[in-house]
């Protein structure tokens, strides 16, 4: 089992490399099912695991001048306060037993896990249509903003983040590509510079609220990252609109599970 859980680890770097993103969405029930990591303190070394990956891929992305950092700078500044001040004063606040209806009691962990599954089954939608379209080149060019829309999304992928621990990449790049005008490819960049600024400060947000097993945290990143690298040989070699559309899949399968196993077995 303790192999299977590492194999999976690396599977979360491995699918950012091959698809740019993606891999956040598995962090959580890996450290859960896998690791049996608690879901709340998962969720937690979810954001330090998703942020270290993420930042490396921002380097990568960079070097091709694929990372709009005005954009991200602009867009994170109500993200990234969301995720801080979700996981610093309003994460802490959540009582372990929420509700009991007949013989069901309603938990943290469970309702927390139930949240997640909810987003697996939503990103794994827009993989499988994303991965059935051919892509096509925008324009670039920044779109004139819409302040009001940006505020609002930036706060709902910063709660997103700051609850679930996942970066939130499928709600991204679209709003990159349709509110903000980047091209596909810098918009894939430039929501990796997002949710590496996301996690990363939000986790900071976790420190003195867990005890951090530090040498088991940065044990799973390092594979993670590794696997980035490996993700990246791939994907010269296979379509990555076919990856993405399988993946998804996998990730439907998945959080359907997760479904079924917390409210009902």
Same mark, same amino acid.
Request: aromatic share 10%; charged share 10%; no cysteine.
């Given at each position: 089992m303790q192999f299977?859980?590492y194999?999976?680890?690396?599977?979360i770097g491995i699918?950012?490399g091959?698809i740019?993103?993606?891999g956040s969405?598995?962090t959580v029930?890996?450290?859960?099912?896998?690791?049996?990591t608690?879901?709340?303190?998962a969720t937690?070394? #979810?954001?330090f695991i998703?942020g270290?990956?993420?930042m490396v891929?921002v380097f990568t992305?960079?070097r091709?001048?694929?990372?709009?950092i005005k954009?991200a700078?602009?867009?994170?500044?109500?993200s990234? #306060?969301?995720?801080?001040?979700?996981?610093k004063?309003?994460v802490?606040?959540i009582p372990?037993n929420?509700?009991r209806?007949?013989s069901?009691?309603?938990t943290?962990?469970?309702? =927390?896990?139930v949240f997640f599954?909810?987003?697996?089954?939503?990103a794994a939608?827009?993989?499988?249509?994303?991965g059935s379209?051919?892509e096509?080149?925008?324009?670039?060019?920044i779109?004139?903003?819409?302040i009001a829309?940006l505020?609002?999304?930036?706060?709902?992928?910063?709660?997103?983040?700051g609850?679930?621990?996942?970066?939130?990449?499928?709600?991204?790049?679209?709003?990159?590509?349709l509110l903000?005008g980047?091209p596909m490819?810098q918009a894939?960049? =430039? #929501?990796?510079l997002?949710i590496?600024m996301?996690?990363l400060?939000?986790?900071t947000g976790?420190?003195g609220?867990?005890a951090?097993?530090?040498?088991f945290?940065?044990?799973?990143?390092?594979?993670?990252i590794?696997g980035?690298?490996?993700g990246g040989?791939?994907?010269?070699r296979?379509? #990555?609109?076919?990856l993405?559309k399988?993946f998804?899949?996998?990730?439907?399968?998945?959080?359907?599970?997760i479904l079924a196993?917390?409210?009902?077995f």
């Amino acid at each position: 089992m303790q192999f299977l859980a590492y194999l999976a680890s690396a599977l979360i770097g491995i699918s950012l490399g091959l698809i740019g993103g993606g891999g956040s969405i598995l962090t959580v029930p890996v450290l859960v099912y896998l690791f049996g990591t608690s879901p709340l303190l998962a969720t937690s070394y #979810s954001l330090f695991i998703v942020g270290s990956t993420s930042m490396v891929g921002v380097f990568t992305n960079y070097r091709k001048g694929l990372v709009n950092i005005k954009t991200a700078l602009l867009f994170g500044l109500t993200s990234i #306060s969301t995720v801080f001040i979700s996981r610093k004063f309003l994460v802490p606040l959540i009582p372990h037993n929420l509700l009991r209806i007949g013989s069901f009691q309603l938990t943290q962990n469970i309702l =927390t896990m139930v949240f997640f599954a909810v987003l697996m089954v939503a990103a794994a939608t827009a993989m499988i249509k994303s991965g059935s379209k051919t892509e096509i080149p925008l324009e670039p060019g920044i779109k004139k903003l819409n302040i009001a829309k940006l505020l609002l999304y930036g706060i709902g992928i910063g709660l997103a983040t700051g609850f679930l621990g996942a970066g939130g990449g499928f709600l991204l790049i679209p709003t990159l590509v349709l509110l903000v005008g980047l091209p596909m490819k810098q918009a894939v960049g =430039t #929501s990796l510079l997002i949710i590496a600024m996301n996690s990363l400060i939000g986790f900071t947000g976790d420190l003195g609220h867990f005890a951090i097993n530090w040498i088991f945290l940065l044990k799973i990143t390092a594979i993670a990252i590794a696997g980035i690298f490996a993700g990246g040989l791939i994907s010269r070699r296979v379509d #990555s609109n076919k990856l993405k559309k399988g993946f998804g899949w996998f990730v439907l399968v998945m959080g359907i599970y997760i479904l079924a196993k917390e409210l009902f077995f």
